[in-house]
């Protein structure tokens, strides 16, 4: 099966500038996830999708992120604007059954996103 | 918050050799999972062990979990150099539908 996409792969912005990013799970999938990866950190959840209703976004800075999943399949996240500290790199995952108590996470390779 | 913490936040050892990582937990939980992340890369699963489990193996992996100190290891057998990445245990507890990471154990197996 294909895996978790994402893109871009790479992004530089200046702060205060806005940027989006894009993901596409595994088909079939019916969870997604956003992750927030700071360097020489774990991953952090943004926010959790099942289908297209919103799970958890209680880590989410919603005065500056938002996130979207259309249709219960593709997924977008936007940082507008953004701050040098939002510097990480941003990792989209996917799981089969709702829920982590029996699901592993299949992870995309991640958007890495610069603010200078 | 991150709930897990693995331990030592480095190890470095030579192809061959066996190489054990710890996780510490502090509430209950109804599975830890350990992943690797190769550099630049995303998370990778290895292994899921539910709370009433002790021990589990999955090829040179062997996954131990003892609920009474909230502590899993992760010890890999005869490594590689393509065993070289960062491991993070994961825990999900409750009614929590989400996993949370701990801040990992960057391995290096030196040929």
């Known amino acids: 099966e294909a895996g978790v996409a994402q893109s871009p792969r790479y992004k530089i912005i200046e702060k205060r500038q806005s940027v989006a990013f894009w993901c596409n799970p595994i088909s079939g999938h019916a969870t997604l996830y956003w992750y927030q990866q700071i360097l020489g950190q774990g991953p952090k959840l943004l926010i959790q999708f099942q289908n297209n209703g919103v799970v958890d976004d209680s880590q989410l800075p919603k005065d500056r992120f938002s996130a979207e999943r259309l249709k219960g399949v593709d997924s977008t996240l936007k940082i507008q604007p953004a701050k040098l500290e939002d510097s990480a790199v941003y990792l989209c995952?996917?799981?089969?059954?709702?829920?982590?108590?029996?699901?592993?996470?299949?992870f995309g390779n991640g958007t890495r996103l610069t603010v200078t | 918050s991150q709930q897990g913490e693995e331990d030592p936040q480095a190890l470095s050892i030579q192809e061959g050799e066996n190489a054990t990582m710890n996780c510490s937990y502090k509430?209950?939980?109804?599975?830890l999972q350990w992943y690797r992340q190769n550099s630049g890369r995303g998370l990778v699963h290895l292994i899921l062990?539910?709370?009433?489990?002790r021990e589990k193996h999955s090829g040179r992996l062997r996954v131990t979990l003892d609920t009474s100190k909230k502590s899993s290891s992760l010890l890999i057998t005869a490594s590689r150099a393509a065993d070289t990445a960062s491991y993070f245990c994961a825990t999900g507890r409750g009614s929590a539908r989400q996993l949370t990471f701990g801040s990992g154990t960057q391995l290096t197996v030196l040929p």
């Open positions: 995952a996917s799981s089969r059954i709702a829920g982590a108590l029996n699901s592993p996470l299949h």
């Open positions: 062990i539910r709370s009433n489990e």
């Open positions: 509430t209950s939980i109804n599975n």
